[in-house]
């Protein structure tokens, strides 16, 4: 990856730090999952609600407190999720776990993985892994959750 390309990389990191997609709560949630990185004391609480009668993503909501890859990843994701199905966000989330267990190596899908291949570069470190995975780890426990008929089952 070029110095010029890490750099913009960053910056997207830096930007969904701050601005924060999907940040907040919904009015009604199909699951509820809190996650914790006991690493470095990383917290999310990520919301998923479904159109009614579907197994497609009408929205995804998450509120918590942590480091900025963390809180970027989970935004990055908000904007994702939405308009998937639950077997698209699935296979999304795989991507991104084997793009974060790459160590930087290969090139990830965009046409799958969209804005979150900007943390391609953060695989090279392992300790901030978890922080990336967060809510992406979330969202897999509300896919579980849901196809389980258990909505909260970890709040």
Known sequence: MSDALAGLYQQVIL????LRTGFGELEHADAVRFERNPTCGDEI???IALEPGTDRI??????GAGCSISQASASVLAGLAPGLTMAELQSTIDAFREMMRSRGVGEPDEDVLGDAVVFQGVSKFVMRVKCAMLGWVAAEGCLVDV????PDAAV
């Not at 930007?15 to 701050?18: F, G, I, L, Q, R």
């Not at 196809?147 to 258990?150: I, K, L, M, Q, S």
Request: charge should be positive; aromatic fraction near 6%; proline fraction near 0%.
């Open 45 to 47: 609480t990520l919301e």
């Open 58 to 63: 009408a929205a995804l909501a998450w509120r």
């Open 147 to 150: 196809a389980a008929g258990r």
């Open 15 to 18: 930007d969904h730090s701050k």
